[in-house]
């Protein structure tokens, strides 16, 4: 199983990213993905997640400036992510976890079964 997320880079405030997470080796349309993101000296915190039936979720500080989505036929999810912060500097994280297995919870690193290598966002004021 692979995840390769990229996208990453830096930009001024008020820009835009788009970060893709590519995956291969599983059956990809049964997985919840998510996205966390660590920024230097603080915890891993989540970002956004989607289910393997196309449900949303976000963390309160992204919510109205990132959307997710996902192409379940190229394997593949986006994080567009927008009105960027300096505050949203990061490095950011893919992950998945196997959609019929019982105790998903979205926003619970611990949730999760795969992650990848994290692709670096900077956001300068």
């Known amino acids: 199983v692979q995840l390769q997320a990229s996208g990453g880079g830096s930009v001024q405030a008020g820009g835009s990213l788009r970060l893709s997470c590519a995956v291969s080796?599983?059956?990809?349309?049964?997985?919840?993905v998510g996205w966390f993101r660590r920024a230097p000296g603080k915890e891993r915190e989540f970002v956004t997640a989607?289910?393997?039936?196309?449900?949303?979720y976000f963390a309160d500080s992204v919510k109205g400036r990132f959307s997710i989505s996902r192409d379940d036929a190229g394997n593949t999810v986006y994080l567009q992510m927008n009105s960027l912060k300096p505050e949203d500097t990061a490095v950011y994280y893919c992950?998945?976890?196997?959609?019929?297995?019982?105790?998903?919870?979205?926003?619970?690193?611990?949730?999760?079964?795969?992650w990848g290598q994290g692709t670096q966002v900077t956001v300068s004021s």
């Open positions: 080796g599983l059956t990809f349309s049964r997985y919840h």
């Open positions: 992950t998945i976890r196997n959609g019929p297995r019982n105790g998903y919870v979205f926003s619970v690193a611990g949730s999760y079964d795969y």
């Open positions: 989607i289910t393997r039936g196309h449900s949303t």
